[in-house]
């Protein structure tokens, strides 16, 4: 099966600075594949040349088959790459479940001021409600976003973007700012949508990149210096050094 992620051999400098180091990695469809490092490894520069947002200087970037290291960011959406953000981009002023029907109908291709036939809308609505009937917000439907905890803006952020029925799907830190129930609440919500695409997980709580990854990519200073299954990269004496904050193999 040919990864529905393909990287290879990308590099980026900043003047005298190498961002990324001739990094390759493969997501393959269903999987969950973590991204770890620490802080200023470069994984958001990583991130942002795979959206498009960075251009690297050397190497490809391949997105179900097709080369898109070129590629603008919305060629990238429509050949299905999805993405969440370490701080949530919502709609406070609309209810949960508008702003689900909101990207969901973005998915069509249009918007709720020109989307006038009835039969359109009500299918939009349908869907809405029978995403959120399965989740973890399916009491807090008609709540307005500026009223909801942090942990469910997260929630919402996921639903949105698995809504857009993405082939890969970039988690940049879902679990940034969560207490430990709404982080337990995050993960089974990943695991629920297991197998509905591809994702690629950027996160440093490694409780829940161990529960979750079905492989783990280490990034250190720009350079991918381990890769594996979780219990592979435990097991790292470089990896443990380097990151997980033991010296001792």
């Known amino acids: 099966m040919s990864p529905v992620l393909d990287i290879a051999g990308l590099v980026k400098t900043f003047g005298g600075l190498t961002a990324t180091d001739h990094v390759s990695l493969t997501v393959d469809t269903g999987e969950i594949h973590a991204l770890i490092g620490p802080n200023g490894a470069g994984k958001s520069t990583l991130i942002n040349q795979i959206c498009g947002e960075i251009i690297p200087n050397a190497g490809q970037i391949h997105l179900a088959?097709?080369?898109?290291?070129?590629?603008?960011?919305?060629?990238?959406?429509?050949?299905?790459?999805?993405?969440?953000?370490?701080?949530?981009?919502?709609?406070?002023?609309?209810?949960?479940?508008?702003?689900?029907?909101?990207?969901?109908?973005?998915?069509?291709?249009?918007?709720?001021?020109?989307?006038?036939?009835?039969?359109?809308?009500?299918?939009?609505?349908?869907?809405?409600?029978?995403?959120?009937?399965?989740?973890?917000?399916?009491?807090?439907?008609?709540?307005?976003?500026?009223?909801?905890?942090?942990?469910?803006?997260k929630q919402l952020e996921l639903l949105m973007a698995l809504s857009q029925r993405p082939r890969v799907l970039l988690l940049d830190e879902p679990m940034a700012g969560l207490g430990h129930v709404e982080s337990q609440q995050m993960i089974e919500a990943l695991n629920a949508a297991r197998g509905e695409c591809a994702m690629l997980l950027v996160e440093h709580d490694m409780e829940a990149v161990f529960a979750l990854a079905d492989r783990i990519s280490v990034l250190v200073y720009g350079r991918i210096i381990a890769a594996g299954t979780a219990e592979e990269i435990r097991a790292n004496p470089a990896v443990r050094e380097a990151y997980l904050g033991e010296e001792d193999a």
């Open 65 to 153: 088959g097709r080369d898109v290291t070129r590629l603008p960011p919305a060629g990238r959406v429509a050949l299905g790459l999805g993405r969440t953000f370490q701080i949530t981009s919502l709609l406070d002023d609309m209810t949960v479940r508008e702003n689900l029907g909101l990207a969901i109908q973005a998915r069509e291709g249009g918007n709720f001021r020109i989307f006038d036939r009835a039969a359109k809308r009500n299918e939009v609505w349908d869907e809405a409600d029978s995403v959120l009937a399965g989740s973890a917000l399916s009491a807090r439907a008609g709540v307005k976003v500026a009223d909801l905890a942090h942990g469910e803006k």
